[in-house]
């Protein structure tokens, strides 16, 4: 079946970076959209960026450009978030997901299948 197992997630202070990774199993990667969602505590889920099966079409959130770089590498079924100057509004549990379209609105609704999370922490 098809699993997206996220990793990379921690505790890190104001203005730090990270590095998310998502490794994919059980589908042809390479046929998927890939997103990176977040949720934090009482809000709804949304979409923080996406990138085609290419790689040649990257959107972002606007609260996350200029500090947020998606990327993937599809001989390694693995999707990356790096995470620049990270802020306490940062602070979410961080899922990936595969989906059909890269648009400048994310819904979630447009993606089929989805980690289980890992967990950013950003202290000010």
């Known amino acids: 079946q098809v699993q997206l197992v996220e990793s990379g997630g921690g505790s890190v202070q104001a203005g730090g970076s990270l590095r998310l990774s998502c490794a994919a199993s059980g589908l042809t990667f390479d046929d998927y959209t890939m997103g990176w969602f977040r949720q934090a505590p009482g809000k709804e889920r949304e979409g923080v960026a996406c990138i085609t099966w290419s790689g040649g079409v990257t959107r972002f959130a606007t609260s996350v450009k200029g500090r947020f770089t998606i990327s993937r590498d599809n001989a390694k079924n693995t999707l990356y978030l790096q995470m620049n100057s990270l802020k306490p509004e940062d602070t979410a549990m961080y899922y990936c997901?595969?989906?059909?379209?890269?648009?400048?609105?994310?819904?979630?609704?447009?993606?089929?299948?989805w980690g289980q999370g890992t967990q950013v922490t950003v202290s000010s």
């Open positions: 997901a595969a989906g059909a379209y890269c648009r400048a609105t994310m819904r979630k609704e447009g993606y089929n299948y």
